[in-house]
């Protein structure tokens, strides 16, 4: 598994630009498409302005993105620059509004919404589906299952981070495309590969949600 790392840390610099504020001439996101009807959306890949302030980056939430895009066929959608609105929070933004446009040119079934957590929490993974709302609980169980077989024990369904809010990307494009949303939070524990003892954790991650994938095209396919 030491590729998966290494292309991490490659795939890291896309967002690392300019100290995670990226090119302020560049694009604002960037689109990869895949063949699958899932879609994987990373709008904290770098930092946001929220309420007039910084909302910090959620490192490798994006490398992990392109991740499963190159090893699965998902689609993918993430940002690069820091933009004037957050994705994840203000209502009717450029991203959401594109990412509305790609479900439903690519017929896509599922969104999953990836981002990062705080270890203060006591969870390595949240799952957050304003309550059973936006996505239907048999793929809810089926991500359970395969976090739990790849030894990532601390799962929460709702507990913190429930994507309530009617700006965050699940409530948004739930409300919108009435496909299944799913928002994914992972501690920093799991992801955070710049400390070399998260690692190994980061792969269990990386590993659970490629099993998913495929669990769910497999679903999806009868």
């Not at 991490?8 to 063949?35: C, D, H, L």
Request: aromatic share 10%; with cysteine; glycine share 4%.
């Amino acid at each position: 598994m030491k590729d998966i790392i290494e292309d991490s840390f490659r795939y890291e610099k896309i967002f690392s630009e300019n100290s995670y504020f990226g090119n302020p001439k560049g694009k604002e996101f960037e689109f990869a498409q895949g063949t699958l009807p899932i879609i994987i959306s990373s709008p904290h890949s770098v930092h946001q302005i929220r309420k007039n302030k910084i909302k910090f980056v959620e490192v490798f939430t994006g490398s992990l993105n392109i991740l499963l895009n190159k090893d699965t066929g998902v689609h993918s959608l993430f940002k690069l620059k820091c933009s004037d609105l957050d994705d994840n929070f203000d209502y009717n933004t450029r991203y959401k509004i594109f990412l509305k446009e790609i479900i439903e040119k690519h017929n896509i079934r599922l969104v999953i919404d990836l981002h990062g957590m705080n270890d203060n929490h006591g969870l390595d993974i949240d799952i957050g589906t304003k309550e059973n709302l936006t996505c239907s609980n048999e793929y809810i169980s089926t991500l359970k299952e395969c976090f739990k077989f790849n030894g990532v024990e601390m799962i929460g369904d709702n507990q913190i981070f429930k994507a309530l809010p009617e700006g965050t990307v699940t409530s948004y494009i739930h409300s919108i495309t009435k496909v299944d949303v799913m928002q994914i939070e992972i501690a920093n524990k799991n992801r955070n590969i710049y400390r070399k003892e998260n690692q190994e954790n980061y792969l269990k991650a990386y590993r659970s949600l490629i099993s998913f994938i495929f669990r769910v095209t497999k679903k999806l396919e009868h």
